[in-house]
């Protein structure tokens, strides 16, 4: 089990690409998540400082001293270079790399289900490349499954697509869910978390 310094902030950072024309794609699901959680601390994305990413600074958990401070971060620089503005952010607020949270689609798991671990490979996904690369391997996933493309579908094209019908009528419910993990991540530990969202 990891231990981390209870008074450090944590960083949540949903991967996604900026812009209008991804926002409703299977590859910025850690967006939705990300302004999702910042509904729920009723905060507003700003421009980070000293960084190319939207940020929200809040508490999550039970009021008092066992919430945890926490910053909200959605990196606006594309994808596959998401490692500079986590890293920026990382050193601006000071915070151990255990304590980053990185949300994103992965294609191995079945549409909606929900893995959470600490450190690990980055699966061939440009966002978590770039982060590993940035500053290695040992932040936490909530990965968020998109399953595999259907037929001869290339990679690149599937996770650029929006949901399918199908998948929308169960996105409003899977991403309340991945929010929820993150929080339970965050409150109670990556073990307990596991326990009830490694469905």
Known sequence: MTTT????????????????????????????????????????????????AQVVEARIGPPGPASRRVVLVKPMSYMNLSGGPVTA????????????????????????????????????????????????????????????????????DFVLKDFSSTERKELDYCVDRAADAVEALISEGLERAQGTYNS
């Open 5 to 52: 310094d209870v008074n450090a902030p944590w960083l949540i950072v949903g991967l996604g690409n900026p812009g209008p024309d991804y926002a409703a794609n299977r590859h910025n699901v850690g967006f939705m998540v990300a302004d999702l959680l910042a509904d729920r601390v009723g905060g507003t994305f700003k421009r980070a400082p000293k960084a190319q």
């Open 89 to 156: 952010l990382r050193d601006f607020y000071k915070v151990p790399t255990a304590n980053i949270v990185a949300v994103h689609d992965e294609l191995d798991i079945d549409y909606g289900t929900l893995r959470l671990k600490l450190g690990g490979g980055d699966n061939g996904h440009n966002g978590l490349k770039s982060m590993t690369k940035s500053m290695g391997p040992d932040y936490h996933r909530v990965r968020f499954g998109i399953g595999r493309p259907p037929g001869r579908m290339q990679v690149a």
